[in-house]
């Protein structure tokens, strides 16, 4: 079906991380940054050169657009959604895209930081994909294949739709997210407008990962008062914010509960940013496991431990926030079985095998499972992100491209029976 089609997905894909997508954890904006915006124009412009008319972007950045369906079938509306920023874990303001052709296995020593190296022994997953063509940035940001590799899949799927009306579909809607690395990715979605009654991220790691189920997060705050006076008649009188949160962080697990010492199915409390002077420090916190009940068990820790220091200073107090921010999609995709299940065939019927997989993290679908919209998520060939040594495989992302075609064609099968 693929053997004399030309995929543009990695051309499309080079040329989106040169655009510069950062979004930013402390802005109060949306979305965070008007650059974001940038990416979402040139998709607009690209889909509507495509034939897709209705192709748009919002007041808030988002891109919306669909493919109409092309069958007298009656097809449920699927969503196919990828986020357009890039995580302010490592800048992603001049990415230099470089191809390296027919990997052989060796070390891929990256040329504007040649610190930065690649290896199969760090990287395991590298050494499946021997003989592919893989893609790295130079050395000194991060790559932004999380998750424009799976914005480009989908401008590589839509474009063969469009050009093989033969392939028999129901109606498509695109949606393209701002600020899903800062949890906001969701935020301002119209449902009503997409309209849309299952979805699928594209925002998975290895070939023919699927996966189902995500953490379930809060983020959690703590703000210490203490007491400021003038530091030369401060005995006895002064109480210092700052010790205190210092302490707090002090007292956190060292080999455990934390994201460095847990693997698997274990939740973590994680302090990601600190602040203060000697009158108020705050410290802010992501907690995550695979289940709300955990979530309670981490923040009542929290809670503990946080007692437990201002305890000790007389005048000081200490207050714990706790905010949700998404919860575990698998309490959701539990009930539409059908919806993972149709992907699964369809990475089978790219003569892959499905690797049905858990998410130590989130995506957009884990938000958008609970507003109505239930979504797990697909492989993008995505690797080592956040990072300066972030890579992907061409090879990986054609077959995400062929994941998405077959998909919409098994929904349209299955509208027959």
């Keep these: 079906m693929f053997s004399n089609y030309s995929f543009s997905v990695a051309k499309r894909f080079t040329e989106y991380v040169q655009v510069d997508t950062e979004s930013d954890p402390l802005s109060n904006s949306f979305p965070s940054t008007e650059k974001q915006k940038n990416l979402a124009g040139i998709l607009v412009a690209e889909l509507q050169d495509l034939g897709i008319t209705d192709a748009h972007m919002d007041q808030y950045g988002y891109v919306y657009a669909t493919i109409p369906s092309n069958t007298t079938h009656n097809v449920p509306v699927i969503c196919l959604c990828s986020h357009m920023d890039t995580s302010s874990d490592c800048s992603g303001k001049g990415v230099k895209p470089i191809v390296h052709h027919k990997y052989d296995g060796s070390d891929i020593v990256l040329p504007d930081d ?51 009306p033969e392939i028999k579909h129901g109606a498509i809607r695109i949606l393209f997210t701002p600020d899903e690395e800062i949890g906001q990715g969701v935020k301002h979605v119209d449902m009503k407008k997409l309209g849309a009654a299952f979805g699928y991220t594209m925002d998975g790691g290895e070939l023919g990962s699927l996966e189902d189920e995500t953490f379930s997060a809060d983020a959690a705050k703590i703000i210490v008062e203490g007491i400021s006076t003038h530091p030369g008649m401060a005995k006895d009188k002064l109480v210092s914010a700052i010790k205190i949160a210092s302490e707090i962080i002090d007292s956190l697990p060292k080999n455990a509960l934390s994201p460095e010492t847990t693997g698997d199915r274990q939740g973590f409390v994680h302090p990601v940013r600190m602040s203060g002077v000697v009158e108020k420090a705050e410290i802010d916190f992501i907690v995550r496991d695979f289940t709300t009940e955990k979530l309670l068990e981490h923040e009542a820790f929290l809670q503990k431990l946080m007692d437990a220091a201002v305890s000790k200073y007389p005048g000081a107090k200490g207050t714990l926030q706790v905010t949700e921010q998404y919860r575990n999609m698998k309490e959701v995709l539990d009930n539409y079985p059908q919806v993972s299940e149709y992907a699964a065939e369809a990475i089978k019927r790219t003569g892959v095998t499905p690797l049905k997989m858990s998410i130590r993290g989130g995506t957009d679908g884990s938000r958008l499972s609970f507003m109505g919209l239930p979504c797990p998520n697909i492989f993008t060939g995505e690797m080592a992100f956040h990072s300066k040594l972030e890579y992907v495989s061409i090879q990986d992302m054609q077959k995400a491209v062929e994941t998405i075609v077959h998909l919409v064609m098994i929904w349209e099968e299955k509208s027959r029976s």
């Design 114 to 164: 040649q610190t930065q190296v690649l290896r199969a022994s760090d990287h395991p997953y590298l050494k499946e994909k021997i003989g592919d063509d893989i893609i790295t940035a130079s050395g000194t940001t991060l790559l932004g294949a999380d998750n424009k590799a799976g914005v480009a899949e989908i401008m590589d799927a839509a474009q063969y739709l469009i050009t093989h």
